[in-house]
């Protein structure tokens, strides 16, 4: 592989910004998930609102859609979005147990939305970790990982449910 395989260096090998200046505005889609294994004590705080902290996935809910409309400032590389929509869900396993976190996020524009979906997971994942490691820091986040995402020139990606 050289520097011109990888979009975000130039021919000099100097990190550089894509332009897309060319590039048509589509309508792009991206999901993304992860999850956080956690003690049943945790999950039973979490599930009956007693976390110290308070509404911990109320909380990392808004966390992770903040985080995913700062992604330019966390990212150095990418691009400054407008957004159509962001959103944040989670899913409770209770016999394992763990939080499952998917961020959507929709937007019209030349580029963006995977960066932006990877952000806004990992950050609500975090903020659940954060409002509950005084009951559980063994907590493990893990399996983060682009979903689908739709739109731009390289078309449809979904990932095989293995």
Known sequence: MTNKDFTHF???GN????????????TRTAV???????????LQAIRG???????????ARIAGIMAAKRTADIIPLCHPLTFDKVSIDFTIIEDEPRIEALCSVKLSGKT???MEALTGVTA??????????????AMLIGNIRLWEKTGGKSGHFKRAVL
Request: net charge negative; charged share 30%.
């Open 15 to 26: 990190a550089i910004m894509v332009d897309v200046s060319a590039k048509e505005v589509t």
């Open 32 to 42: 993304a998930k992860g999850e956080i294994t956690i003690s049943g004590e945790t």
């Open 112 to 114: 963006g939305a995977e």
């Open 49 to 59: 609102g007693t976390a110290k902290k308070g509404d911990v996935l109320g909380v």
């Open 124 to 137: 609500a994942l975090l903020t659940i970790y954060d409002m509950c490691k005084a009951l559980d820091r």
């Open 10 to 12: 130039d021919a000099g």
